[in-house]
């Protein structure tokens, strides 16, 4: 059975603080590893999808990469925007698997 | 990027009635549709996988009498929670797969529900 633990729970910065959120995983056969954003009281909203070990994705100040058995996202200098709750999920086949998301806050 | 179309985004029902949920894919065809659940602080629960054409995939644990699904078309599909009690209320989601090898995921809007 796939399994997807986001690490940490809840994470507050202050505006301009960098920082990583982790996605480990274990699937047998990854399809791909993916990101997703979700603001309160809507859907999940598309980041990124990462294939294989060793690929990397970046958009605006979001950089995601993965390796074997983890995937981070790179959160460059961010704003107050960018608080959401990050979701990550690995596909082996026919269904998503997610993780319990990490809610980021980014304090002005 | 792909459109989902999640109607309507919150409903507010007495215990007993039914609600329909509509998902439709806006500038794509989706052979595959999938209904999560979620609850709050929580990640998101697949309840069925739907199909074109063909019944709905349920996951374990689902009612597939309570929670009827219909993917008449390939850019429709509904999910009615037939005789709604208050345990039933939840954030649901619907999202389309586009297709064509890549199986990133398209997701809609969520509708509240709330079963007094």
């Known amino acids: 059975e796939d399994q997807v633990t986001q690490s940490p729970e809840a994470l507050r910065l202050q505006e301009g603080e960098s920082s990583s959120l982790n996605c480990s995983y274990t699937v047998s056969g990854l399809r791909g590893l993916f990101w997703y954003r979700q603001d309160p009281g809507k859907g999940p909203e598309f980041l990124f999808t990462l294939y294989s070990a060793g690929e990397e994705k970046e958009k605006e100040r979001l950089k995601a990469t993965l390796t074997k058995k983890e995937s981070f996202l790179h959160i460059t200098a961010p704003r107050p925007e960018d608080s959401a709750t990050y979701l990550c999920?690995?596909?082996?086949?026919?269904?998503?698997?997610f993780g319990e998301g990490t809610q980021l806050t980014v304090n002005p | 990027g792909a459109v989902v179309s999640q109607h309507p985004s919150w409903v507010i029902c007495k215990s007993g009635t039914s609600v329909k949920i509509e998902c439709r894919s806006l500038d794509f065809q989706a052979t595959t549709m999938f209904w999560y659940r979620q609850f709050p602080k929580q990640s998101l629960m697949l309840m069925a996988t739907s199909n074109e054409g063909s019944k709905a995939t349920y996951e374990q644990g689902v009612e597939k009498d309570k929670f009827l699904i219909n993917h008449a078309s390939l850019t429709l599909s509904t999910l009615t929670v037939t005789s709604a009690h208050p345990e039933d209320s939840s954030f649901y989601i619907c999202s389309a797969l586009p297709g064509g090898g890549d199986e990133k995921l398209f997701f809609g809007s969520g509708t509240q529900l709330s079963v007094l």
């Open positions: 999920a690995v596909s082996s086949g026919s269904r998503l698997t």
